[in-house]
């Protein structure tokens, strides 16, 4: 499956090294669906010569056993300056694999590796690169746990509107699959009550509530000013979203499982979102996040950064139609820990690219993270 790089192409890749690292989370975890206490990063490292450029995703262990077996050898070889055509060429390898989930990571995290191996050949920044629609990157703070009490809750959203300056916030809503209403809308209260009037409020139930539920609290949440209402139902339920849309005033907005373009698509031509998200980690790499967001710019739609906020920041900056990025605590602390090049959000945005470091500018501490790998 390898494919030699073309006459004139410039450099090729000469290889793909890819491992996981586990770290555990500074507390127990949990959303409207899930639990978890500790978070996996995968991390693509693709050469060519003495250049190497760096790309991650977030999941399970396997994601990098897969792409070591089985995108490796397709990108090895070819032209480090054709990212789209290395993208395509991983695409069609994984046919009869399954593209959605891990095996969609492990393509977003060798693509993002490419980018960065392009520009830093190039020795500009990936912002240089792409190009930029926007000096700055507005971002908000993530978090806000199920598992967080109330005064966890406070602490931390306090650190992002006073001590970091961030005006938008975010917390989990939707517990234990929307059976636990009553706190949700305790929390939505205290939430509000810690950040003042100013500040935005925003909340995820993670596909927590049905649709009946999700409708009913929409009226709650304008009562609490409460602007973004993230996965009130299961992001699968197209025809859910679009009802609960209707049912109240704050933007509904989905997407970040999207594992193709196709499935951006039909959430656009189904009017189930207001502002569209999309995660760099999962939907293919830079490449395909740069035609989510001409998709939505297509239906006069925004587009939000899913997570893993330093693989989005340069994409982001590109992009005239960006609403936001998501500053999410658990990736925050792993790249801020074992990656140099950290950014700092102060007044509620980045700046990638300011300090004209080749590529994204980030390096990771392999020897830091050792200890931590897995698989």
Known sequence: MTGPAAPGAGPSVDAVEVAAYTLATNAPEADGTLEWDSTTLVVAHVRSGSTTGLGYTYGAPETAAYAHRHLAP?????????????????????RNDGRP?????AISAVDIALWDLKAR??????????GRARADVPVYGSGGFTTYDDRRQEQQLRHWVEEQGIPRVKIKIGESWGSAEHRDRDRIAKARAAIGDTTELYVDANGGYNVKQAVRLAGF?????????????SSDNLDGLSRVRAGGAVDVAAGEYGYTLSYFG???RAGAVDCLQAD??????????????ALAEAFGMQISGHCAPH??????????NLRHLEWFHDHVRIESRWFDGALDPGGGHITPGAGGTPGHGLTFKTDDA?????G
């Open 74 to 94: 397709v990108v090895t070889g070819r032209g480090a300056w054709d990212v789209p055509g290395a993208n395509e060429a991983m695409t069609r390898a994984v």
């Open 101 to 105: 989930g891990l095996v969609a990571g």
């Open 121 to 130: 050949l190039l020795g500009i920044p990936l912002t240089d690169l792409l």
């Open 221 to 233: 949440l304008d009562h609490h000013g409460v602007t973004w209402f993230e996965e009130p139902v």
């Open 266 to 268: 039909h959430m656009l």
């Open 280 to 293: 760099v980690t999962r939907c293919g790499g830079l490449t395909l996040w740069l035609r989510a967001a």
């Open 311 to 320: 693989a989005h920041a340069a994409v982001a900056a590109a992009v005239p």
């Open 370 to 374: 050792e200890p931590h790998r897995v």
